[in-house]
């Protein structure tokens, strides 16, 4: 009878703690989980992302390296062997790195081959948090601990009582230099590893401090050790230093690193750690979290989605990187990876614009407005010293995906209210990337000819992915119109814009009701199978891409017969089931896959080009059928756990879509001032906005069965909208959402209600 009783209450307070609601979070970092998405590999990702161990929007981050040199893959959660700790810029296993080295500690010889030095660890002996990593490495019998700043970085090993310790500093090949001065405690070298992006001249340069003399030194040529080499000038450079240590002796490491000189890394690492304690470095980092974390503070959701919450910020706040550094007079200043040059002024560097236009950035203007001013000035110089803004920048150009986005980053940011930067000068850049072919194929507008003389690019003049290019230009071309409207352009320009904003009705197919690519000659391309992945299209099919009509989805609703036929078009991307045709790829790539597992149909939340489709009810009369899809890809699709994404996590775009939604709306059009209404996930969310106004949206009654929005109250009048404009909500106040179990099926069924259209706004 006691055993039972025992198990009663035990599982009584299981119950208590699934069910247990989290009233206030006072400590927002400590709720992230920084291996959220690192159970991932090629052919499946669950996020594709690593631990960064930085600050927010930092130059360098930091990271355990499980993965061979040049693996794109650095970290994995399966794996269960570390290589080195890394400096890394890496915006995603599939652009790889750029300016990397490693540092890893080792006892019992001078072992400097990669998987030679490699030491199994568990992640029951892991502490991972943004600000603070540690880590037990078993062979070596060593702790090492990381503690970041914004260019610089504490590193502590606690060594075992060995005549044989050592640290091993890989430059990583691919031409590499070291050189290790005992005298000063101090290693020095470079790296020009990257994937692209950087002109001839690439390099980073680190400096490496250590405060404990090293009795031993060799440096390594490729595969040859030199013992009692101090320097090394190779395809593959590195060094080892050696000396004796005691049970529990903690060995420190002061390292910065610059892409402009050893000087100016010297001067980061002076100015960002100087004489602080390891403890001092790692609590400045927390405290530069929670500055930013603290801006949304959510009550009432339970402890997963609170995890989950922060969790994404987290990676919200890291991307894109700093790409500026400060010189010793505290002179803002960067090498340009156009150019080669050192030249003033701000840079960022690791984002994909046909990622993150649609959630990401338009978070930054609602809730970091300052640091996207940064960003606009950044993008100035990209245009000014590469010729061209980038569409994915790592660091300079890469010739990647697809679009004109940029334009949508640009507009979004000026009619969101940010100034003091030369916008007339980035309109300019607008127009030229709009109106001519870049230097590769993802910068400007490949196939711009066509699309300006036909209205569409051509399904066979053999310009890949050519239904995609012509939806997301006719989309940029409005965000274009949008901002020469606010700066006072030409009529006959602005006109221009608005035509081509149209274009996407170029490609819509009456009999499918779909988006279909189209021969030089009009006629449609055939055969047409709706489910083929790639071809025409962009990581997804014309059953994801017939909705990128951000601008105009009552132009779109018409082309497909109105309300009725519009709302059972969306039910049909759930109901189907998750065909596909690979044919295009010759093999199922992961977003295939990633949209075949999640049993919701042709829904692809694991990527970008679907991801704002679920508000689209909000457009036809039936906005509870948004709020039951948004809660329920929020349930099911995100967790903060190591398999918690559905796919790429991408630069904080998929993070972006889930803190928007929680929040209650979502940027369905960028370029407009208008957010979509959907279904709020905690009982009370209070933002902090740059203004130092306050927001703070209610929803009391909202739970996992009261997910329908019965009726929303701005500052206490009733309000009757399906979306709410960005320049009210800066005003702060509060937004009450009234929740309840089952639809509400009057509230926002009228045209009155509905968002923006561009068809509907002349």
Same mark, same amino acid.
């Given at each position: 009878?006691?055993?039972?009783?025992?198990?009663?209450?035990?599982?009584?307070?299981?119950?208590?703690?699934?069910?247990?609601?989290?009233?206030?979070?006072?400590?927002?970092?400590?709720?992230?989980?920084?291996?959220?998405?690192?159970?991932?590999?090629?052919? #499946?990702?669950?996020?594709?992302?690593?631990?960064?161990?930085?600050?927010?929007?930092?130059?360098?981050?930091?990271?355990?390296?499980?993965?061979?040199?040049?693996?794109?893959?650095?970290?994995?959660?399966?794996?269960?062997?570390?290589?080195?700790?890394?400096?890394?810029?890496?915006?995603?296993?599939?652009?790889?790195?750029?300016?990397?080295?490693? $540092?890893?500690?080792?006892?019992?010889?001078?072992?400097?081959?990669?998987?030679?030095?490699?030491?199994?660890? +568990?992640?029951?002996?892991?502490?991972?948090?943004?600000?603070?990593?540690?880590?037990?490495?078993?062979?070596?019998?060593?702790?090492?601990?990381?503690?970041?700043?914004?260019?610089?970085?504490?590193?502590?090993?606690?060594?075992?009582?060995?005549?044989?310790?050592?640290?091993?500093?890989?430059?990583?090949?691919?031409?590499?230099?070291?050189?290790?001065?005992?005298?000063?405690?101090?290693?020095?070298?470079?790296?020009?590893?990257?994937?692209?992006?950087?002109?001839?001249?690439?390099?980073?340069?680190?400096?490496?401090?250590?405060?404990?003399?090293?009795?031993?030194?060799?440096?390594?040529?490729?595969?040859?050790?030199?013992?009692?080499?101090?320097?090394?000038?190779?395809?593959?450079?590195?060094?080892?230093?050696?000396?004796?240590?005691?049970?529990?002796?903690?060995?420190?490491?002061?390292?910065?690193?610059?892409?402009?000189?050893?000087?100016?890394?010297?001067?980061? #690492?002076?100015?960002?750690?100087?004489?602080?304690?390891?403890?001092?470095?790692?609590?400045?980092?927390?405290?530069?979290?929670?500055?930013?974390?603290?801006? $949304?503070?959510?009550?009432?959701?339970?402890?997963?989605?609170?995890?989950?919450?922060?969790?994404?910020?987290?990676?919200?706040?890291?991307?894109?990187?700093?790409?500026?550094?400060?010189?010793?007079?505290?002179?803002?200043?960067?090498?340009?990876?156009?150019?080669?040059?050192?030249?003033?002024?701000?840079?960022?560097?690791?984002?994909?614009?046909?990622?993150?236009?649609?959630?990401?950035?338009?978070?930054?203007?609602?809730?970091?407005?300052?640091?996207?001013?940064?960003?606009?000035?950044?993008?100035?110089?990209?245009?000014?010293?590469?010729?061209?803004?980038?569409?994915?920048?790592?660091?300079?150009?890469?010739?990647?995906?697809?679009?004109?986005?940029?334009?949508?980053?640009?507009?979004?940011?000026?009619?969101?209210?940010?100034?003091?930067?030369?916008?007339?000068?980035?309109?300019?850049?607008?127009?030229?990337?709009?109106?001519?072919?870049?230097?590769?194929?993802?910068?400007?507008?490949?196939?711009?000819?066509?699309?300006?003389?036909?209205?569409?690019?051509?399904?066979?003049?053999?310009?890949?992915?050519?239904?995609?290019?012509?939806?997301?230009?006719?989309?940029?071309?409005?965000?274009?119109?949008?901002?020469?409207?606010?700066?006072?352009?030409?009529?006959?320009?602005?006109?221009?814009?608005?035509?081509?904003?149209?274009?996407?009705?170029?490609?819509?197919?009456?009999?499918?009701?779909?988006?279909?690519?189209?021969?030089?000659?009009?006629?449609?391309?055939?055969?047409?199978?709706?489910?083929?992945?790639?071809?025409?299209?962009?990581?997804?099919? +014309?059953?994801?891409?017939?909705?990128?009509?951000?601008?105009?989805?009552?132009?779109?609703?018409?082309?497909?017969?109105?309300?009725?036929?519009?709302?059972?078009?969306?039910?049909?991307?759930?109901?189907?089931?998750?065909?596909?045709?690979?044919?295009?790829?010759?093999?199922?790539?992961?977003?295939?896959?990633?949209?075949?597992?999640?049993?919701?149909?042709?829904?692809?939340?694991?990527?970008?080009?679907?991801?704002?489709?679920?508000?689209?009810?909000?457009?036809?009369?039936?906005?509870?059928?948004?709020?039951?899809?948004?809660?329920?890809?929020?349930?099911?699709?995100?967790?903060?756990?190591?398999?918690?994404?559905?796919?790429?996590?991408?630069?904080?775009?998929?993070?972006?879509?889930?803190?928007?939604?929680?929040?209650?709306?979502?940027?369905?059009?960028?370029?407009?001032?208008?957010?979509?209404?959907?279904?709020?996930?905690?009982?009370?969310?209070?933002?902090?906005?740059?203004?130092?106004?306050?927001?703070?949206?209610?929803?009391?009654?909202?739970?996992?069965?009261?997910?329908?929005?019965?009726?929303?109250?701005?500052?206490?009048?009733?309000?009757?909208?399906?979306?709410?404009?960005?320049?009210?909500?800066?005003?702060?106040?509060?937004?009450?959402?009234?929740?309840?179990?089952?639809?509400?099926?009057?509230?926002?069924?009228?045209?009155?209600?509905?968002?923006?259209?561009?068809?509907?706004?002349?």
């Amino acid at each position: 009878m006691k055993k039972l009783i025992q198990f009663v209450v035990a599982l009584a307070c299981i119950n208590s703690t699934i069910g247990q609601v989290v009233t206030s979070v006072a400590d927002p970092v400590e709720w992230i989980n920084p291996l959220m998405g690192t159970d991932s590999k090629g052919s #499946l990702s669950n996020g594709n992302t690593y631990p960064a161990i930085a600050v927010p929007w930092g130059m360098n981050f930091w990271m355990p390296q499980t993965g061979n040199m040049g693996n794109g893959w650095a970290y994995t959660y399966s794996s269960d062997k570390i290589r080195g700790f890394k400096q890394t810029h890496q915006p995603s296993p599939w652009m790889n790195d750029y300016g990397q080295f490693a $540092i890893m500690p080792i006892t019992g010889g001078a072992k400097f081959k990669q998987d030679d030095r490699a030491s199994w660890f +568990s992640h029951k002996a892991e502490t991972a948090k943004p600000y603070y990593y540690s880590v037990y490495l078993a062979d070596w019998d060593i702790t090492t601990e990381i503690a970041p700043t914004e260019r610089a970085a504490q590193f502590r090993f606690t060594f075992p009582q060995n005549d044989s310790s050592f640290i091993t500093i890989d430059a990583f090949d691919k031409g590499s230099y070291v050189k290790v001065i005992p005298e000063e405690r101090k290693i020095i070298g470079y790296t020009t590893r990257n994937s692209g992006g950087v002109p001839a001249n690439f390099k980073n340069y680190f400096v490496i401090y250590i405060d404990k003399p090293f009795t031993v030194t060799y440096t390594w040529k490729d595969s040859v050790l030199v013992k009692g080499g101090t320097e090394s000038a190779t395809r593959h450079a590195g060094a080892v230093i050696g000396f004796k240590t005691t049970r529990g002796e903690k060995v420190s490491l002061r390292v910065a690193s610059s892409f402009i000189s050893y000087e100016q890394a010297d001067i980061s #690492l002076k100015r960002e750690v100087g004489t602080d304690a390891f403890d001092v470095t790692k609590n400045k980092a927390k405290a530069a979290w929670n500055k930013q974390l603290n801006r $949304i503070l959510v009550e009432g959701g339970s402890i997963d989605q609170t995890r989950t919450f922060y969790s994404c910020l987290y990676r919200m706040l890291q991307f894109p990187q700093k790409h500026y550094e400060l010189d010793a007079a505290g002179k803002i200043i960067h090498y340009s990876p156009y150019n080669g040059q050192v030249l003033p002024g701000y840079m960022f560097a690791g984002t994909g614009f046909w990622d993150t236009f649609r959630a990401l950035y338009p978070f930054l203007n609602f809730m970091f407005p300052a640091i996207n001013k940064e960003m606009q000035e950044g993008l100035l110089n990209d245009y000014k010293e590469g010729g061209f803004l980038p569409e994915w920048s790592s660091p300079g150009f890469r010739s990647v995906m697809v679009g004109n986005n940029s334009a949508s980053v640009v507009a979004d940011a000026y009619i969101k209210g940010l100034r003091g930067y030369d916008i007339n000068k980035l309109y300019e850049a607008l127009l030229h990337g709009a109106n001519n072919e870049g230097p590769m194929t993802a910068v400007g507008r490949a196939g711009v000819k066509y699309y300006n003389e036909l209205g569409y690019v051509p399904y066979d003049v053999k310009i890949n992915e050519n239904a995609a290019r012509t939806l997301e230009y006719a989309y940029d071309d409005f965000t274009i119109y949008q901002l020469g409207k606010a700066l006072g352009r030409p009529k006959e320009e602005l006109d221009l814009y608005a035509k081509r904003s149209q274009n996407f009705r170029n490609l819509f197919d009456p009999e499918t009701k779909l988006m279909r690519g189209k021969n030089q000659d009009g006629k449609f391309q055939s055969p047409f199978n709706p489910f083929k992945w790639g071809d025409a299209f962009t990581e997804g099919n +014309s059953w994801h891409y017939s909705w990128s009509v951000f601008h105009d989805i009552e132009g779109l609703k018409k082309l497909m017969g109105g309300d009725k036929m519009f709302v059972g078009m969306l039910d049909s991307v759930f109901s189907m089931p998750p065909v596909f045709d690979e044919s295009y790829y010759g093999g199922v790539i992961h977003e295939i896959r990633e949209m075949q597992i999640m049993n919701m149909g042709q829904y692809a939340h694991g990527n970008q080009p679907i991801q704002h489709m679920i508000y689209l009810y909000n457009y036809a009369g039936e906005p509870w059928k948004t709020q039951y899809w948004v809660r329920r890809v929020m349930e099911q699709l995100y967790k903060a756990t190591p398999d918690g994404y559905c796919g790429d996590e991408d630069n904080g775009q998929t993070s972006a879509w889930y803190v928007f939604s929680a929040m209650g709306f979502y940027p369905v059009c960028p370029g407009t001032t208008q957010y979509v209404l959907g279904t709020p996930l905690f009982k009370k969310m209070t933002l902090t906005l740059d203004n130092g106004k306050k927001l703070v949206i209610n929803a009391p009654a909202s739970s996992d069965a009261n997910k329908y929005v019965q009726q929303v109250k701005r500052n206490g009048v009733v309000y009757t909208k399906n979306w709410v404009d960005h320049f009210d909500l800066f005003k702060g106040g509060t937004l009450d959402f009234n929740m309840g179990s089952t639809p509400n099926k009057t509230r926002g069924t009228t045209p009155d209600a509905f968002p923006y259209s561009y068809s509907t706004s002349k």
